[in-house]
């Protein structure tokens, strides 16, 4: 009977923790650990071409299941290439296990080809990083740093030199044999008094929610119809807190419009519930701001917080209900409500498609909503797409949506919907991708068809750097350097192997992503936008006012004035 090496451990602690592939791709520092997925059969090795996607497709796959997903790199610049989507999986909050192949171990220190130092590199986008130098670490530095990324819901990374991987295994088996601990969190019972009776002598109560609602969706809306308050959530939350929400007033912030903007400015006292929304100047000035978290250090950090508590968002409701009082008092919601009814039939206005003008992308957005399946699963881009996104797809408590909400990163798309589609096979996935965003990363097209997988690509094409023209032109600055020269995306798609529409009027949008939607196998619908398109926030301050006098002032000067009437045309004229 052949001797176990330190890989075949690895892979099998892996598979016996419920890990079902790794993604990453192939190098010869991680010949043993792929040699081994090879002969046990206990793992899927998913090819990508970037490690980059790799680790986005981890982080995509850990979201959507709750449960820890492993990206791999080879030594050296395979390492590098892990991590930007591992910076996104962590700040994420998603438990993702990095393998970090190192170069061989007596070449360590030595400016050896290829040679990085993994636990420096990889420091700030993890919890736990550690190289394991002798057999006798595995497999418990593995398995410290699996309970690491569960526990704390960020990366953990191990790196291991390829001859390490190769050596006799010691110890023969896993040492961890429990299932995933899930406690509760609730504030003692005298502060949740506090909280009660802060909240009892209030009438003007808004209720901010973010991710941290996950899960607790029912006992949301109990406390909201307990204090009459609107709930405002932010881009993480949307998925958890926006369906079945007869409290719901929309988004605020930078992606937001103004019904959720006024709600928060115009309370008395401001809940904040799960979030860390960023923005600071998005938040009341004057209100009472209460915060309840599960992480004790978030508390605080966004803007002045008057009273917080820990505790996670569904026990400490749950504890909470009983001490509180109805509030009949129902001018405040009745004013919020009205605010998000006349903001979203404005937006809902911009999302139309004329055949005699350009195609607005809130147009395709929408059309992308009305078709896609009740229980899909989104991916957008950092940019317009996540704005098109956050406005005008609809939750309904089956559907899910991703994106690189926190660290926004571009390109994150495409491989997240790798990530999503080939550990949800069943359901429909579908990009929501700048043409910016695609390019960067689109090698990994070739992902689809390698491993068939039926991903829906929509590509908003307006052959620019769209969000960053606009926080442009609102500085008061010229655009410069966001010039896209594209190709046809569609042939790209087609010499992929994949089928490729294109949309260049309005009245082509549905029928082409009615197909893709229809096809079996992946698809790209390119679709030319409007590159003028405003996506404003939904407060306009007087910097950006100036800002954007100042910069059609210079669009004029420099002979870019044909620029101000398309402007004008896209967004007055519809």
Not at 473 to 496: R, S
């Amino acid at each position: 009977m052949a001797t176990k090496k330190v890989a075949d451990l690895l892979v099998e602690i892996l598979a016996d923790a419920g890990v079902r592939r790794v993604y990453g791709v192939s190098g010869d520092s991680l010949n043993g650990i792929t040699d081994s997925i090879r002969a046990t059969n206990s793992l899927q090795w998913v090819h990508t071409r970037h490690e980059e996607t790799a680790a986005f497709a981890a982080g995509a796959e850990a979201h959507l299941t709750e449960s820890l997903a492993v990206c791999a790199g080879s030594c050296g610049p395979g390492n590098l290439h892990l991590i930007n989507g591992l910076y996104d999986c962590h700040r994420s909050r998603v438990p993702v296990l990095a393998i970090a192949a190192q170069i061989p171990s007596s070449e360590i220190g030595s400016g050896y080809f290829q040679e990085t130092n993994p636990v420096h590199l990889f420091a700030q986008c993890s919890h736990y990083c550690e190289l394991i130098s002798q057999p006798e670490q595995m497999p418990r530095v593995l398995e410290i740093a699996m309970q690491t990324a569960i526990s704390k819901r960020g990366v953990a990374v191990i790196a291991l030199p390829g001859d390490m991987a190769l050596r006799d295994a010691v110890v023969q088996g896993p040492r961890m044999h429990f299932s995933e601990p899930k406690p509760t969190v609730c504030p003692s019972d005298e502060e949740l008094s506090v909280l009660a009776e802060v909240l009892n002598r209030s009438k003007k109560i808004t209720i901010l929610g973010g991710a941290g609602c996950a899960g607790a969706h029912a006992e949301l809306i109990k406390l909201a119809g307990q204090l009459q308050a609107p709930i405002v959530h932010a881009m993480r939350g949307k998925e958890f807190i926006e369906y079945d929400n007869p409290f719901d007033v929309g988004m605020t912030g930078l992606l937001g419009f103004s019904s959720g903007y006024h709600a928060m400015l115009s309370c008395e006292v401001l809940l904040m519930l799960g979030t860390d929304f960023p923005y600071q100047q998005f938040f009341p000035k004057d209100a009472t701001v209460v915060q309840i978290d599960l992480r004790g250090e978030q508390l605080g950090r966004r803007t002045k917080v008057d009273f917080g508590f820990v505790g996670d968002v569904k026990t400490t409701i749950k504890a909470l209900l009983p001490k509180l009082e109805q509030n009949k008092d129902t001018a405040h919601l009745k004013a919020s409500l009205g605010n998000y009814r006349r903001a979203r039939k404005g937006l809902d206005e911009l999302a139309i498609g004329n055949p005699a003008k350009k195609i607005h992308p809130q147009y395709v957005a929408r059309v992308l909503d009305q078709l896609a399946s009740n229980d899909a699963i989104f991916t957008c881009d950092v940019g317009t797409p996540t704005i098109w996104a956050a406005r005008y797809l609809t939750m309904n408590g089956k559907r899910r949506i991703l994106g690189s909400f926190t660290h926004g990163s571009m390109a994150n798309a495409m491989p997240q919907a790798i990530g999503a589609q080939i550990s949800h096979p069943g359901r429909q996935v579908i990009s929501m991708s700048g043409d910016g965003g695609f390019a960067m990363l689109m090698g990994d097209l070739l992902t689809l068809k390698q491993h068939d997988l039926p991903v829906k690509l929509i590509v908003f094409r307006n052959d620019s750097l769209a969000f960053v023209e606009l926080e442009m032109k609102a500085a008061g600055i010229l655009d410069f350097g966001t010039d896209l020269v594209n190709p046809d995306f569609t042939k790209i798609a087609e010499g992929a192997g994949l089928l490729g529409l294109r949309a260049e009027t309005p009245d082509q949008v549905e029928p082409a992503i009615a197909q893709a939607l229809k096809h079996e196998g992946p698809a790209l619908v390119e679709v030319l936008v409007s590159r003028q398109e405003l996506s404003m926030p939904p407060a306009i301050t007087l910097e950006q006012v100036k800002g954007f006098s100042l910069f059609m002032m210079k669009a004029v000067l420099s002979g870019r004035g044909d620029e101000i009437i398309d402007l004008a045309r896209v967004n007055l004229f519809r």
